[in-house]
T-cell receptor, first 113, second 112 residues
């Protein structure tokens, strides 16, 4: 069966520090991969998605970037964190054949101090 | 712009009763719909999906109804249990588009 792993589960970082969140998927090949941010009590905002290695689509201008160095690995990064980067970050994957559900990891709670 | 929204942000239901969570969508091109359940501190969990060639689909204790005429989606949960307390999101998609559009969520609270 397929599984998705995100880490760390929680992270506290100072303003101006770098960020690297990692997401890996097991049990499937060539998945679509997604990064979302969720503010407290709110819906999901799509940040990036990828349909293949090295292919990244950015949905909103921001202080973050994403990379997909391997088929089942998706990384969310920042060179300098802002206070507004605080939130709950979720990674998801889906089968790449169209009209398929996305399956989510358990997220990373990021707090910027 | 196009959006997916929910009629009720909160819903409280007595344990054992049935609950209905509603969702309105505005993109007439959407042909795929999903319901997710999100418990506190966790990622959304897939519950059930439906394609636009169907009006109804049933799972274990859950039923999704799709009314394309009025662009309305609902999730019915039968015989609710305390473990059903969570935030429920609807999402819509269009075949060929790799993205989903999520609603803002409804918080369901089951009263013991």
């Amino acid at each position: 069966s397929q599984t998705i792993h995100q880490w760390p589960a929680t992270l506290v970082q100072p303003v101006g520090s770098p960020l690297s969140l990692e997401c890996t998927v097991e049990g499937t090949s060539n998945p679509n991969l997604y990064w979302y941010r969720q503010a407290a009590g709110r819906g999901l905002q799509l940040l990036f998605y990828s349909v293949g290695i090295g292919q990244i689509s950015s949905e909103v201008p921001q202080n973050l970037s994403a990379s997909r160095p391997q088929d089942r690995q998706f990384i969310l990064s920042s060179k300098k964190l802002l206070l507004s980067d605080s939130g709950f970050y979720l990674c998801a994957w889906s089968v790449n054949t169209g009209n398929q559900p996305q399956h989510f990891g358990d997220g990373t709670r990021l707090s910027i101090l | 712009g196009e959006s997916v929204g929910l009629h009720l942000p909160t819903l409280s239901v007595q344990e054992g009763d049935n609950s209905i969570i509603n969702c309105a969508y505005s993109n007439s091109a959407s042909d795929y719909f999903i319901w997710y359940k999100q418990e506190s501190g966790k990622g959304p969990q897939f519950i059930i999906d439906i394609r636009s060639n169907m009006d109804k689909r049933q799972g274990q204790r859950v039923t999704v109804l799709l009314n394309k005429t009025v662009k309305h989606l609902s999730l019915q949960i039968a015989a609710t249990q305390p473990g059903d307390s969570a935030v429920y999101f609807c999402a819509e998609g269009v075949f060929g588009n790799e993205k989903l559009t999520f609603g803002t969520g409804t918080r369901l609270t089951i009263i013991p």
